[in-house]
């Protein structure tokens, strides 16, 4: 509803090659330049300039993206709009989440989605919380369950709409045969001479680890970092170390592990946030979407869901 050439310019500003930019966008690159060259000739004015290998945006081109943003908002809302005069819920929802919550609760929400309105499909992707947003910017995904991104958009981003929708406790992982293995609840300082294992650096579960033990006033000792969580459970297992496991993340039950809580203030948490295009959440598919995955998040004692 809005000029294409925007919508690329918007998640340019985004992705900051046009490389990028075309992948997102399922482009060739040649086809996001002469997009671009094309707009900037049409309003007469300096959009880019060249950084490198990247590209940045003029003084010009972010002024043009403040109404454009704008612009995309607007279109959202009177798509909901126009949604509600059809008869029924019917058509595609699109919704990705990172892999403990899809897990968890959007692929099960998904499921009650589509024996209650037959006539609605729902198409799920899994991804990084970092991804979840361009896949919803670009179109890609109408609704994400993300974790607040370090470097993603801010709170207040005027492209999307993001509620907090759950605090996910953090328990401590230890092996079966751990000293504190037989403890119901621990005090995280209570692992601080222990071997940590980790995620990548800089990704979320390292980043959890490392802000959970300085608020519990040590700096972990990693030996071992893993992918996922399954990885990690694996050197839990054998003794490599102990680490911080999301509440909501499946283990099978033959892993030699114990989960505990943790007890203190504060006690770890990650707090998940929904995450739609602006404008787009009175949309009737979009509503009952994210009405179902919180009332999957409500139906669980071992979570906290807040927000509205």
Do not use: N
Not at 158 to 183: K, N
Not at 195 to 212: K, Y
């Amino acid at each position: 509803m809005i000029d294409p050439r925007l919508q690329t310019l918007r998640v340019l500003r985004e992705r900051g090659t046009v490389t990028a930019t075309a992948a997102a966008l399922h482009l060739t690159p040649s086809t996001v330049s002469q997009q671009l060259r094309q707009l900037a000739r049409d309003l007469d004015v300096p959009l880019l300039e060249q950084i490198g290998r990247r590209v940045r945006l003029t003084a010009a081109g972010y002024a043009l993206l403040r109404h454009a943003d704008a612009m995309a908002a607007e279109a959202e809302r009177a798509r909901a709009e126009l949604a509600t005069h059809r008869a029924g819920l019917a058509g595609v929802l699109r919704i990705c989440a990172m892999p403990t919550v899809l897990v968890a609760l959007v692929a099960p929400a998904a499921s009650r989605l589509r024996e209650s309105h037959p006539r609605l499909s729902v198409e799920l992707m899994q991804d990084e919380s970092r991804h979840c947003f361009d896949l919803v910017l670009a179109g890609d995904s109408d609704i994400a369950v993300v974790l607040p991104a370090a470097g993603g958009p801010a709170p207040g981003d005027p492209r999307f709409e993001q509620h907090p929708l759950l605090d996910e406790p953090q328990d401590l992982l230890v092996s079966a045969d751990h000293p504190l293995a037989g403890r119901s609840s621990v005090a995280l300082a209570e692992a601080a001479a222990d071997d940590w294992i980790s995620g990548l650096e800089r990704i979320t579960h390292d980043l959890v680890i490392a802000s959970a033990c300085a608020a519990a006033g040590f700096t972990p000792r990693i030996t071992c970092r893993a992918v996922d969580f399954l990885g990690v459970a694996a050197m839990v297992e054998h003794g490599f170390g102990v680490s911080l496991i999301s509440r909501l993340a499946y283990l099978p039950p033959e892993f030699g592990v114990k989960r505990i809580p943790l007890h203190g203030d504060p006690i770890p948490i990650r707090r998940h946030l929904t995450c739609v295009r602006r404008g787009s959440a009175e949309h009737p598919l979009i509503a009952v979407g994210l009405a179902t995955i919180r009332a999957a998040c409500e139906e669980r004692s071992d979570i906290m869901v807040v927000g509205p």
